[in-house]
Every structure is written in structure tokens, then in C-alpha cells.
């Protein structure tokens, strides 16, 4: 088999193996909003600091104590574009670091541990 083609009516060829991933699909204003997080979090931690790594549990913890706090109203903050760059943290971190895949938001014993508690 050979490479799947696209032609253009202009009459330039392109490769068309980019079409099982639509990035085009992507909402431009989700990603302005996860274009501020990650601005936000360079200035307060510095650029690419995301890529030392960090747990997954904890990514998720973070992203759902965000959905919470949009879900009861708070606005102080961009609530949504937070929990999608901690759910984008997380796809990175499971694909990149499986030593940081510790999957857990309980302990053995069922209990929350402190480090995953939600602050009120």
C-alpha cells in the first residue's frame, strides 16, 4: 500500500496521514483557556517546570478539586481551563513517567490520604 495523498484543486500534493489526529477539531476557545493556565503557571513557577514530572493521582486530584469549586459557583479563578491543564498533566504524565502512575487517591484501607484531601 502506498501513502494515502491529499491533492488540492490549486494541484499541490500533501500527505494525508495527519488526518487521524483533528487537531482543527480542537476549540480555540478551550485551548486560549489552557494557553492562560499554562501562562500562569510559568510566571509562578516557571516555564515548563510541568516537565520534572508529577504524580497522576495528583494531577486528577487538583483537576476535580477545580471542577468542584466551578460546580459551586466560584469564579475567582479560570476553574475550568485549571482542571483541563491538570487532566492534559496527567495524559502526559501517564504516557511519559510510569514510575509516577501511582493511580491512587485511596489508601489500602479505602481512606483519602491527606495529601489528596480537597481544602475547602
Not at 504516557?95 to 479505602?110: I, Y
Request: hydrophobic letters at 35%; charged letters at 25%; aromatic letters at 10%.
Amino acid at each position: 500500500m502506498g501513502e494515502e495523498r491529499h491533492e488540492y484543486d490549486t494541484g499541490a500534493v500533501r500527505s494525508a496521514d495527519c488526518n487521524a489526529v483533528r487537531y482543527d477539531l480542537i476549540s480555540p476557545i478551550g485551548l486560549r483557556a489552557l494557553a492562560r493556565t499554562y501562562d500562569e503557571g510559568a510566571k509562578k513557577f516557571g516555564p515548563y517546570n510541568w516537565e520534572n514530572g508529577m504524580p497522576v493521582s495528583d494531577l486528577l486530584n487538583h483537576a476535580i478539586a477545580h471542577i468542584y469549586n466551578f460546580l459551586n459557583g466560584d469564579r475567582s479563578e479560570d476553574h475550568l481551563g485549571h482542571a483541563a491543564w491538570n487532566i492534559l498533566g496527567a495524559i502526559h504524565s501517564h504516557e511519559k513517567w510510569p514510575e509516577l502512575n501511582d493511580g491512587l487517591l485511596r489508601d489500602s484501607a479505602g481512606n483519602v490520604p491527606p495529601k489528596y484531601k480537597i481544602s475547602k
